[in-house]
């Protein structure tokens, strides 16, 4: 069996194991699911969607901690370091421990005769379940990586599963309408346990899974709702109505939606799991999550979001629209090949004064020179493009033109957002 000695050898290896980066299926991991002997035995909230989900599982994780619990939180993917992944009452997983426990999968996996192949993903997933069962938690909060049915994440039977919303990305394994990609989302739902849908319109897709399978299914303006009422809002849901809500620490109003979303969640489980007003309070204004619509301090203001889709892409546009007032809008851009880059561009060009272009890195990332091509086929004009080698070379030469009353936006993957901050940071 294989043996490393650190974290990063390890990470280099899970990538050795399936000649797929992504590879849609449960009966492998689940194998290996089975002979780790895993039992969690705590309430877990599952939550899918295509945007929203890491939000969501910031809100909730911030408003049980608020309470007293121990939480454990999994999502992906991460923007610095793996260990953002798993996270154990707010604190990421040392190394040591997520070194032991991809032993123990590994050790698992080899179990078996050929050896059970595993992406990095469900390799991920499973050293993560099995800390969890080794924890004195109280409730677990787990992130659906893509999709929904055929998901790593998806062996774990939620007690309440949330589906934030549903919307177009990731085609090519999802289906190409969102009724197609309702259905697969709605996988994660179980028969006769309640469900939460954070959007007003869900695909009908959803709401048949959960007719089906008899799921006492929620959805955003009938199960539940909010009231945006501009410096405070107010929630009815499940867990009764709270009023004078402070706004949340993550900026943008779409995300009283995904703070709604949480609370009922935590509303569906207030016998097991009370969560009281001040600890609801104190999650709203406590939550951080890097990269969502993340403003940081100094002059030019420089705004970091993951924004990777069309609809991410229309929320990132209207929450530029509420900021205050800002000469230039300066764009350092980047993108995956295989997204839909053309109405992501739609959706925030009039938002944007002037794009620096980046290459992403890997097979999957989009050149310079294609993202420029989109973005002139769009309407931009070529003055207002400029071609970079990188994202660092990108957000460097936007903050030398940029005033200090301009504003830099980095964004189009999790890829650009964690290159930004390194280059921050260095």
Not at 61 to 84: I, K
Request: charged share 20%; net charge neutral.
């Amino acid at each position: 069996m294989k043996a490393f000695d650190t974290l990063a050898e390890w990470l280099a290896y899970l990538e050795t194991l399936h000649p797929q980066s992504i590879a849609m299926g449960l009966d492998r991991v689940r194998a290996v699911y089975q002979r780790l002997g895993v039992a969690l035995d705590v309430p877990v909230i599952v939550v899918a969607g295509t945007n929203g989900k890491g939000s969501t599982c910031a809100f909730l994780d911030a408003m049980l901690r608020a309470a007293g619990y121990r939480v454990g939180l999994y999502t992906s993917p991460h923007l610095a370091r793996y260990n953002e992944r798993v996270r154990i009452d707010g604190q990421p997983a040392t190394d040591a421990t997520l070194m032991s426990a991809f032993a123990a999968v590994e050790r698992a996996r080899v179990d078996a005769t050929p050896p059970t192949p595993l992406t990095y993903f469900e390799f991920g997933t499973l050293a993560a379940l099995m800390l969890f069962a080794q924890q004195p938690l109280d409730a677990l909060v787990l992130e659906v990586g893509l999709g929904g049915r055929l998901d790593a994440v998806n062996l774990v039977d939620a007690d309440v599963a949330v589906i934030t919303t549903v919307d177009l990305d990731h085609q090519d394994f999802l289906g190409d309408t969102r009724e197609a990609i309702g259905a697969e989302k709605a996988g994660i739902l179980r028969a006769g346990r309640p469900a939460v849908v954070g959007e007003r319109d869900p695909p009908a897709s959803v709401l048949a899974a959960g007719e089906r399978l008899g799921a006492a299914l929620l959805r955003l303006g009938e199960g539940f709702d909010y009231v945006d009422q501009g410096t405070q809002w107010r929630y009815r849901g499940p867990g009764g109505e709270r009023y004078g809500l402070p706004m949340p620490a993550l900026r943008g109003r779409y995300q009283l939606a995904n703070a709604s979303t949480a609370m009922a969640a935590l509303g569906l489980l207030a016998q097991r799991l009370p969560v009281d007003a001040g600890a609801v309070r104190t999650g709203l204004t406590s939550v951080a999550l890097r990269g969502r619509f993340q403003v940081i301090p100094g002059r030019p203001t420089i705004v970091l979001d993951v924004a990777h889709n069309p609809q991410a892409a229309r929320m990132l546009a209207a929450t530029l629209g509420d900021m205050g007032f800002h000469p230039r809008t300066l764009a350092v851009f980047g993108m995956l090949a295989d997204k839909d880059i053309a109405t992501v561009v739609d959706a925030v060009r009039a938002r944007i004064d002037r794009w620096f272009v980046a290459p992403l890195p890997g097979p999957r990332g989009a050149t310079a020179g294609v993202l420029a091509a989109h973005l002139r086929a769009r309407g931009v004009a070529d003055e207002s493009i400029v071609e970079c080698t990188s994202v660092a070379d990108a957000l460097a030469k936007a903050r030398s033109e940029a005033v200090d009353a301009d504003r830099i936006v980095a964004f189009g993957s999790f890829l650009t957002v964690a290159a930004a901050l390194a280059a921050l940071q260095r």
